[in-house]
T-cell receptor, first 115, second 111 residues
Framework: NAGVTQTPKFQVLKTGQSMTLQCAQDMNHEYMSWYRQDPGMGLRLIHY???????DQGEVPNGYNVSRSTTEDFPLRLLSAAPSQTSVYFCASSYSGGGVNTEAFFGQGTRLTVV | DAKTTQPPSMDCAEGRAANLPCNHSTISGNEYVYWYRQIHSQGPQYIIH???NNETNEMASLIITEDRKSSTLILPHATLRDTAVYYCIVRPRGATNKLIFGTGTLLAVQP
């Protein structure tokens, strides 16, 4: 049971490049989310999903796209990277449980630098 | 969504109890109090949650005041490995996919 796996762990991009951050979970969780964390700040929600085929925007969605074709995977796409997107990105998953409160499990993060 | 207020930093001696306060005076009746912690830029880790009763698990205890406007996370015997940023989050039941993080409290456990 690997939990939530994020790849890559580190990435350097040039301004204008595109890339996809991968997130996979093996706990059969319906809920998945992407957060970014800037230095000295808490995590901010980018996009989230309540199940395959269903996604929605969080607090800071601009510049990012997501899709959820399977329960296991929730990739985050940067369309045209900007220095302002330099951050640490965390993926999380949790069981919806029909509304029963359960914990969210987080990956170890992807550290992205845009130059 | 209820906003939370936490002190930016606290110190605690190793082996002593660490008491981390959180103010959430605008909490709604359907909102739970969650605590997560983040050790040295790793992914956040769930600690405990509660609605109105005190809760305890293998990691910590959560004390919620009767009016639910504040709570305290208690680590009974802090160790150096408990040094982390602790986040108090208030969210409606089931909204585990939309956590709203503040800046948290940096707990430094001193030897």
């Amino acid at each position: 049971n690997a939990g939530v796996t994020q790849t890559p762990k580190f990435q350097v991009l040039k301004t204008g490049q595109s890339m996809t951050l991968q997130c996979a979970q093996d706990m059969n969780h319906e809920y998945m989310s992407w957060y970014r964390q800037d230095p000295g700040m808490g995590l901010r929600l980018i996009h989230y999903s309540v199940g395959a085929g269903i996604t929605d925007q969080g607090e800071v969605p601009n510049g990012y796209n997501v899709s959820r074709s399977t329960t296991e995977d929730f990739p985050l796409r940067l369309l045209s990277a900007a220095p302002s997107q330099t951050s640490v990105y965390f993926c999380a998953s949790s069981y919806s449980g029909g509304g029963v409160n359960t914990e969210a499990f987080f990956g170890q993060g992807t550290r992205l630098t845009v130059v | 969504d209820a906003k939370t207020t936490q002190p930016p930093s606290m110190d605690c001696a190793e082996g002593r109890a660490a008491n981390l306060p959180c103010n959430h005076s605008t909490i709604s009746g359907n909102e739970y109090v969650y605590w997560y912690r983040q050790i040295h830029s790793q992914g956040p880790q769930y600690i405990i949650h509660g609605l109105k009763n005190n809760e305890t698990n293998e990691m910590a205890s959560l004390i919620i005041t009767e009016d639910r406007k504040s709570s305290t996370l208690i680590l009974p015997h802090a160790t150096l490995r408990d040094t982390a940023v602790y986040y108090c989050i208030v969210r409606p039941r089931g909204a585990t996919n939309k956590l709203i993080f503040g800046t948290g409290t940096l707990l430094a456990v001193q030897p």
